[in-house]
């Protein structure tokens, strides 16, 4: 079974930054592909990014140019560095994990935490 943790979530100013971590348990986070999605007040969720086991990364076309998915296979964790922060941004931000991440889902979701960006 694998936990997913989410943390860095917050209330910032447009045009400010913030990193999500997401801390996962087990000892197969290497093979895993990962990823952050989000979902806002009145709309869909939406994958933000993805970051494949080898290191590729794929971004929605809102969020190309101002984050940056990463992951440490050695501390378990995937972060999500979002910078130049919009208003539409605020939504709750999920970290996924799994053999597939995409549009459609993931094996694993975390909780999820909340990024409120204020105009």
């Known amino acids: 079974q694998v936990q997913l943790v989410e943390s860095g979530g917050g209330l910032v100013q447009a045009g400010g930054s913030l990193r999500l971590s997401c801390a996962a348990s087990?000892?197969?986070?290497?093979?895993?592909?990962m990823g952050w999605y989000r979902q806002g007040p009145g709309k869909e969720r939406e994958l933000v990014a993805r970051?494949?086991?080898?290191?590729?990364?794929n971004y929605a076309d809102s969020v190309k140019g101002r984050f940056t998915i990463s992951r440490d296979n050695a501390k378990n964790t995937v972060y999500l560095q979002m910078n130049s922060l919009k208003p539409e941004d605020t939504a709750i931000y999920y970290c996924?994990?799994?053999?597939?991440?995409?549009?459609?889902?993931?094996?694993?979701w975390g909780r999820g935490t909340q990024v409120t960006v204020s105009s």
């Open positions: 087990g000892s197969i986070f290497s093979i895993y592909d």
């Open positions: 996924a994990a799994g053999r597939i991440v995409s549009t459609r889902g993931s094996d694993h």
């Open positions: 970051i494949t086991s080898s290191g590729s990364t």
